[in-house]
């Protein structure tokens, strides 16, 4: 058993403490928004935060989150309402939408770090999460949309 | 393309020339207004009928489906329910095919409801969700189903009311007759008990009465769930008591594990079963390649026990197979004559005779999907049933294989259609819902199959690698009088049938037979190749090589001759006119992407029309700064017009995008929205092949094996800003799709642009990042 906070929520998930946090999130909480696309921390598909950072969930384990405040995409916003979520859909981002959790856990977690990230912050953070339809022009403008609301 | 690949399968040896044996439909009569018979004022204006034409729709497994029952529902509360039954992988159809009906019918997009069919083609018609065919089948349909509700509503309300049929309107979720008013919902049961009228008798929204057809406004329907994390694609379905498979795939197409030891998976807390799969080797179509599954509780436990195995491989055939050589023996082959296609004139006498030639060679290397979701099914077979859930482009094609797999009928086997994360002409092979099903009969317990990215990149279905060899002959002067393109390629038929080691008239109709320029003397030719990886459809498939070496050649033409390549682009293509593919001696099986040439034909009009459309918009002609470069390269392919103007800039050594000009001309458009969408992921996966897309074989196995070594266009170096323009048409100039034809055009524009930031000439793909 190892004991994750995620969510807001203590769970005790039923794997050794060694399990990726990617796994324990997704087959033992049950929480599929995370999505597995790389495995080595190059896609970003499985972007989590972890105390408000943006950290691969395949590059941790769960005990390295013991003590600690995990958020998967379906924890970011109780309602989705999230302004990183709603620049997303105002900017009708998405095409195939896989690779979108990933994208929006990475830009919440630049926006709590940088409230009003250059252009050059955003390309920056945002190219470690790979979008293999290629919406990397309307990500780039839904993050400076959320951070500015325009 | 599966079901005319298995058409070729059929006819046997490649080469022949003889028709398709596509049944022919009757062509209907043109209509002119609506018949008098049903004179329901259904919508605002006069009574009108749209002209129908015919689509390869008519010709695809299955056909077309026109009864309202089999795709809308009405509740008394009314909710509209549409089925889905396209598949769902970025291109925006489980939205905009549905949309056309709901517009058509009068329904409110907010009170509609989808659901996405499961794999049952007798049923819905074909569901075969490939070559950018959704809209450009189904928009005529979907029409119709959505007036013939409507038409059934107002029936419904004259009989409820007692009134006149022609006073009554449907208008927006509601119908009306002077102060007689109901909403879908009251007369939802007596409508669709009315007969379901002919399309003769159906009148139809003329196009400025649309609310959301043509007019982008609708977003795609699966919006929220994607930014909240509630989607479900393929690896997301859990089932109760539910197992994880990962697979040890032969490194080598074909070699079987001769021995192999488990102890160190065994220790893996989890795991639960360790089995062999029977290896296959091409020609097998989506049989799976085999090897050892470790099944476990869970998916970390899987992966992990897979690669604790440790296992022998033994020989097969292709375990000397070298990228590298193969490219040289390809080269060797372009080189001489090939098996010729297509003749127009006297080539030979062209070459003969020229005052100047002028030739190149252009080359691309093997290509994998990498969809960002790596494939991943579940299946669970019981009692005498399998139930899949797939992200899968043939829903139907999956449930025939599984049934094939497992030793059962059609009948018994259901495949639930998940989204998909990415599709790009992967997910039309079902190998991976195959090994589920398997896998689940052989354990007795529902089984997931997670392929990891590893897999993806070295056990999946390539972009076949290639050579094309263009020459020009060139009077006195300058004009060109011959045209000689000799393409070199593995076929995709090589996984269905014994490798010939020639393409088939798929491959060779994606920009090669059909080029399109006026030149007198042609001759197009097709060199052997034979595949010693397993090949499969990748999206805009041979139109990528052949976009790449026709127009990276028709720009060094125009520098060889001290001209604007944006002139001879438009003199190659030569005059306004309908290509007579008779006159032009175009093959027997020359397929139109599956549609009739009188109903697609190849127009140099509009071809030409979107070259100038993009060089326009592009700003062709103006003096760039030093280390800067526009290109042009323009395209048919999936019977769309697509040309690209790539602004090219190299910042210390790097090849970077600031802008991409895409112009398209698609026919009518019904959801602009997304075919914006399209071309700008377009730019983007065109960049990724010019810079990046390239497997190496050594000893048969593939070298590279993630994002490291396989790499993607990020958002630190993407075309920054796209810029799409579609021409405008009426829904008379048939539609045609956007979801594949946006790609070709790409990575010659940014070749023929770095040219001019950097007088280097690439001819090979990929190129690398670096200059």
Not at chain 1, 53 to 60: G, K
Not at chain 2, 258 to 265: F, G, K, L, W
Not at chain 2, 323 to 350: C, K, Y
Not at chain 2, 422 to 437: L, M, P
Request: hydrophobic content about 40%.
């Amino acid at each position: 058993m190892a004991n994750v906070r995620i969510n807001g929520e203590d769970r005790a998930l039923d794997g050794p403490d060694d399990t990726s946090l990617l796994w324990g999130i997704r087959d033992l909480a049950g929480l599929t928004g995370t999505k597995y696309g790389c495995g080595t921390g190059l896609c970003g598909a499985c972007t989590v935060l972890v105390d408000g950072v943006s950290v691969r969930a395949c590059q941790a384990t769960l005990e390295e989150v013991a003590g600690k405040e995990v958020t998967t995409i379906e924890g970011l916003d109780a309602d989705g309402n999230h302004p990183v979520q709603v620049a997303w859909r105002q900017a009708n981002v998405p095409q195939c939408g896989f690779c979108q959790a990933g994208q929006i856990m990475q830009a919440a977690s630049l926006l709590n770090e940088t409230p009003n990230p250059t252009d050059e912050q955003i390309l920056e953070s945002m190219a470690g999460n790979i979008c293999r339809c290629g919406c990397y022009e309307r990500i780039v403008a839904a993050v400076r949309l959320a951070a500015t609301g325009a | 393309m599966l079901h005319t690949i298995e058409q070729a399968v059929l006819r046997g040896p490649v080469g022949k020339t003889a028709g398709l044996a596509i049944s022919k439909v009757s062509r209907r009569s043109f209509l002119q207004g609506s018949a008098a018979v049903f004179t329901i004022a259904a919508v605002a204006s006069e009574a009108r009928a749209f002209e129908r034409y015919e689509t390869g729709g008519n010709s695809m497994p299955h056909g077309l489906r026109y009864d309202p029952h089999i795709f809308v529902s009405i509740d008394a509360d009314g909710t509209v329910t549409l089925v889905a039954h396209r598949s769902e992988m970025g291109q925006g159809s489980r939205t905009s095919v549905p949309m056309v009906l709901a517009d058509e019918m009068g329904a409110d997009w907010n009170r509609v409801t989808l659901v996405q069919a499961e794999g049952d083609e007798p049923k819905y018609g074909n569901q075969d969700t490939d070559g950018s065919r959704s809209l450009r089948h189904h928009v005529q349909s979907m029409r119709q189903m959505g007036a013939s509700v409507r038409h059934m509503l107002a029936s419904a309300a004259a009989k409820k009311w007692g009134v006149d049929p022609s006073t009554v309107q449907v208008g927006v979720h509601e119908v009306t007759s002077g102060t007689f008013r109901a909403g879908f919902g009251e007369l939802a049961a007596a409508a669709m008990k009315e007969p379901v009228p002919a399309f003769e008798d159906l009148t139809f929204k003329s196009e400025d009465e649309f609310r959301y057809i043509g007019k982008g406004n609708i977003q795609i329907y699966d919006l929220h769930d994607i930014t909240t994390g509630k989607a479900v694609y393929g690896a997301d379905v859990m089932l109760p008591g539910m197992k994880v498979a990962a697979i040890a795939r032969p490194p080598v197409l074909g070699a079987p594990p001769v021995r192999y030891d488990a102890s160190a998976t065994w220790e893996v807390a989890g795991v639960e079963h360790v089995l062999g799969l029977e290896v296959s080797i091409p020609p097998a179509k989506f049989a799976p390649l085999g090897g050892i599954a470790v099944i476990a509780g869970n998916t970390d436990a899987a992966i992990r026990g897979r690669d604790a195995l440790e296992i022998e491989w033994g020989s097969s055939p292709h375990e000397e197979f070298d990228s590298a050589a193969h490219m040289a023996e390809m080269r060797a082959t372009a080189a001489e004559p090939g098996n010729v296609l297509r003749t127009v004139g006297d080539p030979d006498g062209a070459f003969a005779g020229a005052a100047k030639t002028v030739e190149r060679e252009y080359s691309q290397a093997f290509m994998v999907h990498a969809t960002m979701e790596p494939p991943a099914a579940v299946a669970n077979v019981a009692n005498g049933k399998a139930e899949i859930w797939a992200p899968v482009q043939s829903p139907y094609g999956t449930r025939v294989d599984v049934a094939n797999a497992l030793h059962m009928d059609p009948a018994d086997v259901t495949v639930n259609v998940t989204l998909l994360g990415g599709g790009f002409g992967r997910k039309s092979k079902c190998d991976f819902a195959i090994e589920a099903a398997l896998l689940s009969q052989k354990i007795g317990a529902p089984v997931k199959v997670q392929w990891t990215r590893e897999d993806d990149i070295r056990n999946g279905f390539n972009h076949t690698t290639s050579v094309e060899r263009i020459a020009v002959a060139l009077d006195a002067g300058n004009k060109v009088t011959g045209w000689r393109h000799n393409s070199v390629a593995p076929s995709i038929l090589s996984t269905f049938a014994p490798d010939s080691g020639y393409q088939f008239f798929i491959e060779s109709g994606m920009g090669h037979v059909d080029m399109p320029f006026e030149i007198p003397n042609i001759s197009v030719e097709n060199g052997k190749a034979l595949a010693h990886a397993r090949v499969g459809w990748f999206r805009s498939v041979s139109n990528i090589p052949r976009a790449w070496a026709v127009q990276s050649f028709a720009s060094e033409l125009a520098h060889e001759l001290g001209r604007d390549e944006l002139e001879v682009m438009l003199e190659l293509i030569g005059s306004d006119r309908k290509i007579d593919i008779k006159a032009q001696n175009f093959p027997g099986d020359y397929w139109n992407y599956g549609e009739k040439d009188e109903v697609y034909p190849i127009d140099t009009g509009r071809l030409k029309n979107v070259l100038r459309l993009a060089a326009e918009k592009g700003g062709w002609g103006k003096s760039m700064p030093e280390g800067e470069g526009l290109g042009l390269a323009v395209h048919r392919s999936f019977v769309t017009y697509v040309a690209a103007c790539v602004h090219v800039k190299v910042v210390d050594g790097l090849i970077t995008v600031p802008e991409v000009n895409m112009a398209v001309d698609c026919g009518f458009v019904a959801n602009p929205e997304r075919v914006r969408s399209q071309m700008e992921g377009a730019a983007v996966q065109g960049m990724t092949i010019a810079l990046h897309s390239g497997l190496t074989y050594e000893n048969g196995a593939v070298l590279e094996s993630n994002y490291h070594d396989y790499r993607m266009v990020r958002a630190d170096n993407f075309p920054r800003v796209v810029k799409t323009h579609m021409v405008d048409h009426p829904f008379s100039v048939h539609a045609s799709g956007a979801g594949e034809p946006g790609v070709p055009p790409i990575a010659p524009a940014l070749g023929n642009a770095l040219f001019h930031a950097t007088g280097k000439r690439m001819r090979d793909l990929p190129f690398g990042d670096m200059v």
